[in-house]
């Protein structure tokens, strides 16, 4: 499933290239705003309580669970997150079985003044471009669909357009190859991609392996404040969060329940 989500995330990025060829885009990303360094945002503990950093995705569906939430109005969702108490917003542009867009991350970036993380299938430096001129802080490379030479080359050009990355692993290899490529926030998806298995104990397996002053962010399965109390008793840094807030009726109650939770 990854390997296909990854081949028509890049099919659907050649399409745009054609309307907006690479160097005309380069030159748009490189003249918008300069990107919050949200390495240094998330590796900085709350000032104002014990729990840990929420990163709150907005999602309509995804292909493990089907249609989750209209969000007609991405912006509003975003800014109830901001408004709870979210340190980032992650936003799926994903178009094809998550149903978001490049312009769902345009309409978040106006929203909110933290962070925004690019969610998507990333395998090409165009889709970084794209990330940057839609103002995005920080993207998402995921190891597991990448070559080992291939991620370093993507982080590297991530962090030349002033980019933060959240580098994705699932097991203790994977864990190896992102901190070859220098990752500075390591996170670990507690859903099996390849399969969408839940593995929620993987998160405390794997923490030991991410050293001190890397972000440790606990990926997804998220449903009530205890879930989150325990990825932060495991040493999360941050918690990302997405379908418990997008079928939640006050997410902004809930993202301040679950950034108190410690
Ligand atoms: O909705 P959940 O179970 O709270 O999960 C959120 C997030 O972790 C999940 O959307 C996700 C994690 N890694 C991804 C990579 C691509 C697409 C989606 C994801």
Redesign the pocket.
């Known amino acids: 499933m990854l390997d296909a989500l990854t081949a028509g995330a890049l099919e659907d990025a050649a399409r745009r290239r054609e309307q907006l060829p690479a160097d005309r885009l380069e030159a748009i990303a490189l003249q918008s705003r300069t990107p919050l360094d949200a390495a240094s945002l998330l590796s900085t503990p709350k000032a104002d309580s014990p729990g840990p950093h929420i990163i709150a995705?907005v999602?309509r569906a995804?292909p493990s669970k089907g249609p989750l939430a209209d969000i007609p109005e991405p912006a509003a969702l975003a800014s109830s997150y901001a408004a709870g108490g979210a340190s980032a917003i992650?936003v799926?542009t994903?178009e094809r079985r998550?149903l978001g867009s490049l312009d769902d991350l345009r309409a978040v970036r106006e929203a909110v003044q933290v962070p925004v993380l690019r969610?998507?299938?990333i395998a090409d430096e165009y889709q970084l471009l794209e990330a940057r001129a839609f103002g995005a802080d920080i993207v998402?490379l995921?190891v597991a669909s990448l070559e080992p030479a291939r991620l370093v080359q993507l982080h590297r050009f991530a962090n030349g357009l002033g980019l933060s990355v959240l580098v994705?692993v699932h097991d203790e290899r994977e864990i190896d190859a992102a901190l070859a490529a220098d990752a500075r926030i390591l996170?670990v998806?507690t859903?099996d991609?390849k399969t969408f298995t839940m593995h929620p104990e993987r998160f405390a397996e794997l923490r030991e392996r991410i050293p001190a002053g890397t972000v440790a962010v606990a990926?997804?399965?998220?449903r009530s404040a205890a879930d989150v109390a325990r990825y932060r008793q495991d040493g999360a840094d941050a918690v990302?969060?997405?379908?418990?807030l997008v079928t939640d009726g006050d997410p902004a109650s809930r993202v301040r329940e679950f950034g108190r939770a410690a």
């Open positions: 995705e999602k995804s992650s799926l994903e998550f969610k998507d299938f998402l995921i994705e996170g998806n859903r991609l990926e997804s399965g998220v990302l969060v997405g379908e418990a």
